[in-house]
Every structure is written in C-alpha cells, then in structure tokens.
C-alpha cells in the first residue's frame, strides 16, 4: 500500500493538500506518482493565477501517461516548485516533501473540510 499521510486532506483526481494558515500545499499523492511510473516532466501554475475548485493547472508526465493535476480549492496561486523543472523525478522520489507541485492562498479554508481525510482515501484507493 502507498504511503498516506494522516495529517494531510486528499482529493478524488489524488492530490494531496498541507493547509498551513490560509496557504495550501499541493502534491500528487504517492499513489498517484506509483501509478504513472517515472516522472519526466512537470508543468507548473504560473504565480499570480486564479484557479476554481477542481479546475485543472498544471501537468505531470510519466514513461506512462500525461495527467492533469486539479485545484483542490478555489484561491491564487502564490508559488510554484520551480525544482521541478529540472528534476521531475523529485515527485516520484518524495512526493509528500520535495515534490510539492504548487502553493497557493485559498479563497475557503473550510473548503478543506470537504476533502478526504487519510482513512477515507485510502477506501478511495481500494475500491478504485
């Protein structure tokens, strides 16, 4: 089973969310990264963009597949791993740590709330 995080919130499209104050973390999950292989490029939200709750912003691609990732929350992104750009393998390697893909200032925390806790993602991911 892939590594899950209790103290993190998770998405259906499996990206994980660190709520630091009114800042959020984003990542793929390990799942996620497992599930599409080596990591050879990854396309960050520009700082400054304003994303809708579930609107697709950035990208990673495997030796597998390219795949969209999704704004767990509405809100304006304030930075983006520019490590990344050259070591997209940093997402398979730590995807919790170094390879976060973007951070941003979410319009409702509370939205949060509504995400899934460890327990019930790792359901999600069984019965997927």
Same mark, same amino acid.
């Given at each position: ?13 499996? $990206? ?7 800042? +959020? ?12 292989? @080596?990591? +050879? ?7 400054? @963009? ?8 950035? +990208? ?15 809100? $304006? ?15 398979? @390697? ?24 460890? $327990? ?5 991911? $069984?019965?997927?």
């Amino acid at each position: 089973m892939s590594e899950i995080p209790a103290d993190l919130r998770y998405s259906k499209s499996h $990206e994980w969310v660190r709520a630091e104050g009114d800042l +959020v973390i984003v990542g793929i999950t390990d799942h996620a990264q497992a599930a599409l292989g @080596d990591m +050879v490029y990854v396309e960050t939200p520009e700082t400054g @963009d304003r994303l809708k709750a579930e609107e697709a912003c950035a +990208v990673v691609e495997s030796v597998k597949a390219a795949s969209d990732i999704y704004s767990p929350t509405s809100g $304006e992104i304030v930075d983006s791993n520019s490590n990344l750009v050259d070591n997209p393998e940093l997402v398979n @390697d730590d995807p919790y740590g170094d390879g976060w893909i973007f951070q941003m200032r979410t319009d409702n925390a509370s939205a949060l709330e509504e995400l899934m806790d460890a $327990e019930a993602y790792e359901t999600f991911c $069984e019965e997927e």
